[in-house]
């Protein structure tokens, strides 16, 4: 499966200190996502970077995108106990060589993120 | 959530049983995707369908079937085949196939085998 990986697996911090995770994938995508799940409940979209994008920021998200290096990173910066959660970058492949069909989402395996009051 | 539910949440099955999961939208979206979660692990795509009475296997849809008669509903039916159907489901939809949207999730529907 060309799932994206996620590093690191799980982050501890304290409340207010800046949270950074790292994806990398393996093919040409058209574009990279975010996603954050709260335990036990469904995921929710973040932020969206296309391939043509190198930065794109959402409130106190930061998330870049380095094509060359097959790579993206999310930053949180001043963390809160409620950013507490796993956190899924998601390509979307811009060809049609992985699962049969452009625009299916491939998920890593997540980042479990742990903000301590 | 966001317009998609999963149902039930919790659902209880026993050895050789069928069960179906429920996924029912009202986004008015195309496309329809089931998603497997073990723990500790990513989402891993089960099924997917970009239009009404079509659907594709995705990575590993052994032991799994669906169907979408309509365009709201997208039920999944884990059969006495999957020999390990212990896992958190997810259903999620984004407004077509086509690259570049962004996916909305249920709740998801925890299944255990007892």
């Known amino acids: 499966s060309q799932q994206g990986e996620e590093d690191p697996q799980a982050l501890s911090i304290q409340e207010g200190e800046n949270a950074t995770m790292n994806c990398s994938y393996k093919t040409s995508i058209n574009n990279l996502q975010w996603y954050r799940q709260n335990s036990g409940r469904g995921l929710v979209h973040l932020i969206l970077?296309?391939?043509?994008?190198r930065e794109k920021h959402s409130g106190r998200l930061r998330v870049t995108l380095d094509t060359s290096k097959k790579s993206s990173s999310l930053l949180i910066t001043a963390s809160r106990a409620a950013d507490t959660a796993s956190y899924f970058c998601?390509?979307?492949?811009?060809?049609?060589?992985?699962?049969?069909?452009?625009?299916?989402?491939?998920f890593g395996k997540g980042t479990k993120l742990s903000v301590k009051p | 959530d966001g317009g998609i539910t999963q149902s039930p949440k919790y659902l209880f099955r026993k050895e050789g049983q069928n069960v179906t999961l429920s996924c029912e939208q009202n986004?008015?979206?195309?496309?329809m995707y089931w998603y497997r979660q073990d723990p500790g692990q990513g989402l891993r795509l089960i099924y997917y369908?970009?239009?009404?009475?079509?659907?594709q296997k995705g990575d590993i849809a052994e032991g799994y079937s669906v169907s979408r008669e309509k365009k709201e509903s997208f039920p999944l039916t884990v059969t006495s085949a999957q020999k390990n159907p212990t896992a958190f489901y997810l259903c999620a939809t984004k407004l077509g196939q086509g690259g570049g949207t962004e996916a909305f999730f249920g709740q998801g529907t925890r299944l255990t085998v007892v």
């Open positions: 986004l008015n979206h195309d496309a």
């Open positions: 369908s970009q239009i009404v009475n079509d659907f």
């Open positions: 970077i296309r391939s043509n994008e």
């Open positions: 998601a390509t979307d492949y811009s060809s049609f060589n992985y699962g049969g069909s452009q625009g299916n989402l491939i």
